[in-house]
């Protein structure tokens, strides 16, 4: 009977040894994965400037191409018009994979809440949030930072381009014009739209929140 204490107590010692193992293999995967759909994002983001980049220098080189100026306001119509489509799909996939990488941190806080439930003590030294409802997803000015800001530059001066084209005739003081009230209406909308997403997909994943960051905080640092 006395060695069945320290039998029991090795098993269990075993038993969280192998659960740390394997959740701290799962805790790379999740970090792998975050890594990997940002790189998409990225690459997404570096083709739509290039796209731009490449269809400005061609429309240049159409200028001193004589055939071709008679075409050039159906060159730039359309030009603009598949970048505007490529840009509105890319930035509907971007704010897709945003969502998904807030989940997959999401996932990881409850891994790091375990560490915490195991020994208290490092409760204070964790860098990271521990509750699986942070990082929030729908941010305040994400329309004026990172990849996001960037394809909505190129999705306004390309419905820009647009209005321009489709209005011609028109002098520069109406061609002015109406490049700024489209792009001011252009890029609210844009915004509206991004952060009725993000806003849609916290309200579908807060039914999956077990352990609110502030409830986890009262418990293991108060």
Wanted: aromatic share 12%; with cysteine; hydrophobic share 50%.
């Amino acid at each position: 009977m006395s060695d069945n204490p320290p039998k029991n107590l090795a098993e269990n010692d075993e038993i969280v040894k192998m659960s740390a193992d394997f959740l701290l293999s799962e805790f790379n995967s999740l970090q792998d994965r975050a890594i990997g759909l940002e790189g998409n994002k990225s690459n997404r983001v570096n083709f739509m400037l290039i796209l731009a980049a490449a269809s400005l220098a061609g429309i240049g080189q159409s200028l001193s191409i004589v055939t071709l100026q008679t075409y050039l306001t159906s060159i730039i119509f359309f030009v603009a018009l598949v970048i505007l489509v490529l840009g509105l799909f890319t930035l509907q996939h971007n704010i897709d994979d945003s969502g998904a990488i807030v989940i997959l941190f999401r996932r990881a806080a409850r891994i790091r809440l375990w560490f915490v439930k195991q020994n208290k003590e490092i409760a204070g030294y964790v860098a990271f949030q521990y509750g699986d409802d942070r990082p929030k997803m729908d941010v305040p000015f994400l329309a004026f930072r990172g990849g996001e800001a960037v394809i909505l530059v190129i999705n306004t001066v390309a419905l820009c381009a647009i209005v321009v084209v489709l209005s011609l005739p028109a002098t520069w003081v109406i061609a002015l014009a109406e490049i700024f009230v489209t792009a001011i209406i252009f890029w609210l909308a844009q915004n509206y739209y991004i952060h009725k997403a993000l806003q849609k997909g916290e309200k579908m994943s807060a039914k999956s929140i077990r352990y609110p960051y502030a409830k986890m905080f009262e418990k293991y640092e108060k």
